[in-house]
Antibody, heavy 122, light 110 residues
């Protein structure tokens, strides 16, 4: 059974750095076809893709947020970590991690965590 | 970078009716990398369609995807009460290798 679970602070102050952890089970982060994406959703707004990391450590970032994001993984712990620097109230959102599955020329997020709401406020 | 536009923004229909949702890309997209997701209030998104037309595991056959190039469509043949939700299209571009979501279409009860 594939599961993903996000963890991290519920409240951060402006200018602080946010660190979120995605702990996965039911699949291995070393599987060649798989990776993990981070996606966020401000209250009442659309989904926004942030970053992803593949098993070979290939990483990609949203062009608009690239300077603030770092994604990494610890395969032995089945964890993917996202850091976002210089947090601002506009970064208030539910942050999701999702399994990225690539096969037969397609890539898509087939399993999602429940999401974690992060509020940025002083 | 590719921009996705979804229309209409809101679709008001009755149960049993057919829903046709559009996703248009600012430039040609590989069909292999076009997906559709459903999201209900308070829930994480759920994968419906990948590769533009392949249903994900467990998705009823009333959901179908089609299209190529810059124009893609999600069709719900007969709306069930549980289908009223927000639907997002997503594409994966190779250069740069980024994902993009559309702004979503809300299907609500008329």
């Amino acid at each position: 059974q594939v599961t993903l679970k996000e963890s991290g602070p519920v409240l951060v102050k402006p200018t602080e750095t946010l660190t979120l952890t995605c702990t996965v089970s039911g699949f291995s982060l070393s599987n060649a076809r798989m990776g993990v994406s981070w996606i966020r959703q401000p209250p009442g707004k659309a989904l926004e893709w942030l970053a992803h990391i593949f098993s070979n450590d290939e990483k990609s970032y949203s062009t608009s947020l690239k300077s603030r994001l770092t994604i990494s993984k610890d395969t032995s712990k089945s964890q993917v970590v996202l850091t976002m620097t210089n947090m601002d109230p506009v970064d208030t959102a539910t942050y999701y991690c999702a399994r990225l599955y690539c096969s037969g020329g397609s890539c898509y997020s087939d399993y999602w965590g429940q999401g974690t709401l992060v509020t940025v406020s002083s | 970078e590719i921009v996705l536009t979804q229309s209409p923004g809101t679709l008001s229909l009755s149960p049993g009716e057919r829903a046709t949702l559009s996703c248009r890309a600012s430039q040609s997209v590989s069909s292999s990398y076009l997906a559709w997701y459903q999201q209900k209030p308070g829930q994480a998104p759920r994968l419906l369609i990948y590769g533009a037309s392949s249903r994900a595991t467990g998705i009823p056959d009333r959901f179908s995807g089609s299209g190529s190039g810059t124009d893609f469509t999600l069709t719900i043949s007969r709306l069930e009460p549980e289908d009223f939700a927000v639907y997002y299209c997503q594409q994966y571009g190779s250069s740069p290798p980024v994902f993009t979501f559309g702004p979503g279409t809300k299907v609500d009860i008329k």
